[in-house]
């Protein structure tokens, strides 16, 4: 992919994923868990609540993650899916489905017990993942060429409950700004515009239907990576929903090939 080339120093000496011995599961858990325990969570879990279901951490992954998932993009690069919305959106992405087959390692994280637990103690809620037909669950974005951007909008769940949303840095050599706005759909508190440029192993977490946000248009010679995993608190869809939350992750993201490629498959899923 001519478009991903780039000076960015990270991406000179790319130390391949499948070069990397891969953690257990249990070692997935426990790393983080050691993590998450020197975080404090109690004033986290206000500021969440204070910021209208929107909480970001600097520094959360450990270095040695931020570098695995480094290496998975660049596992990846042949697989990113270009995608235009003329005035909307323009950036590549790599679905779950794709990740699964090139880059396990972000499966694994998404399911980690350890993180799910402590996303539930900041939410309140019991969170799920999302169906395994869903290429959101867990997918990369890519802002490589000048322009890529997307414009402002919710994360809106087509579930029955609530979509939550979880980025994580992963490259960050960029100009771009992740803008949004706290408390639009609360008339009873005053809009609160914020601005965040997060670095590789940052955290930011929200609420799809409740943070409006976007991401502003990368500059020449820079690139952007992010990750971002999708948890839901129902996993049941109406048939219209899904029809519409397909449409758009064909056109706007993954294309029709990821997204629709398992509905014919044996038993209608993957
Ligand atoms: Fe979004």
């Given at each position: ?16 994923a499948?070069?990397l011995d891969r953690p257990s599961k249990r070692d997935i858990d426990s790393t983080l868990n050691a ?29 040695d993650y931020?570098?695995r ?35 396990p390692f972000i499966a694994d994280l998404y399911r980690s017990e350890a993180l ?155």
């Open positions: 992919m001519s478009d991903t080339a780039t000076p960015d120093s990270t991406l000179t000496q790319p130390a391949h499948a070069a993590r998450l325990a020197s975080l404090q969570t109690p004033k986290l879990r206000d500021e969440y609540g204070q910021q209208g279901s929107f909480l970001y951490i600097e520094d959360f992954l450990p270095r931020t570098e998932l480094i290496a998975a993009v660049h596992d990846v690069m042949p697989s990113v899916n270009r995608n235009y919305l003329p005035g909307h959106k323009a950036g590549g992405s790599v679905s779950r489905h794709t990740l699964d087959k090139l880059a799910i637990k402590w996303l539930e103690a900041i939410t309140g809620d019991k969170l799920q993942l999302s169906p395994q037909d869903d290429p959101h669950a867990y997918a990369l974005y890519f802002y490589t060429r000048p322009g890529d951007h997307i414009g402002w909008h919710y994360d809106t769940s087509y579930y029955e409950g609530r979509r939550y949303t979880l980025l994580l840095g992963v490259i960050d050599d960029s100009s771009c700004k992740l803008d949004y706005e706290l408390h639009t759909k609360t008339p009873e508190v005053p809009d609160q515009p914020g601005s965040v440029q997060y670095p590789p192993g940052a955290f930011v977490f929200f609420d799809g239907d409740k943070l409006r946000h976007r991401v502003t248009p990368l500059g020449e010679n820079e690139m952007r990576v992010s990750l971002t995993f999708e948890y839901v608190t129902n996993p049941n869809m109406r048939p219209f929903q899904r029809f519409i939350s397909n449409m758009k992750d064909s056109i706007a993201y993954f294309g029709f090939r990821q997204v629709f490629r398992r509905k014919g498959g044996k038993n209608g899923q993957a």
